[in-house]
């Protein structure tokens, strides 16, 4: 079992910079994919960035592509989310989340998610 629990959330204006944080417990940590997502009010939760166990490989979606950047030190059992030139769309509550097979940016794929951390980003 893995437990996550982000952290760095807060509010920016827009054109300013974030980094987000996923610590996570257990020993196996090195063993899963890692992702981040968000919602906002109303919306349904949304792929943003994953990467592979290694950290080798790295995807993301197109509208926060070339301004975020997912990284993760396994020896640390972090993940982190580095968002810059942050925009008002960009606002949600932000989770990690733990996968050990299937299609990264679906949702269902996740076996663990954190609680979420808000990112408000002011006009």
């Known amino acids: 079992q893995v437990q996550l629990v982000e952290s760095g959330g807060g509010l920016v204006q827009a054109g300013g910079s974030l980094r987000l944080s996923c610590a996570a417990s257990?020993?196996?940590?090195?063993?899963?994919?890692m992702g981040w997502f968000r919602q906002a009010p109303g919306k349904e939760r949304e792929f943003v960035a994953a990467?592979?166990?290694?950290?080798?490989?790295?995807s993301y979606r197109d509208s926060v592509k070339g301004r975020f950047t997912i990284s993760r030190d396994n020896a640390k059992n972090t993940v982190y989310l580095q968002m810059n030139s942050l925009k008002p769309e960009d606002t949600g509550v932000y989770y990690c989340?733990?996968?050990?097979?299937?299609?990264?940016?679906?949702?269902?794929?996740?076996?663990?998610w954190g609680q979420g951390t808000q990112v408000t980003v002011s006009s």
């Open positions: 990467i592979s166990w290694s950290g080798g490989s790295t």
């Open positions: 989340a733990a996968a050990q097979a299937g299609t990264l940016w679906e949702v269902t794929t996740y076996d663990y």
């Open positions: 257990g020993r196996t940590f090195s063993s899963y994919r």
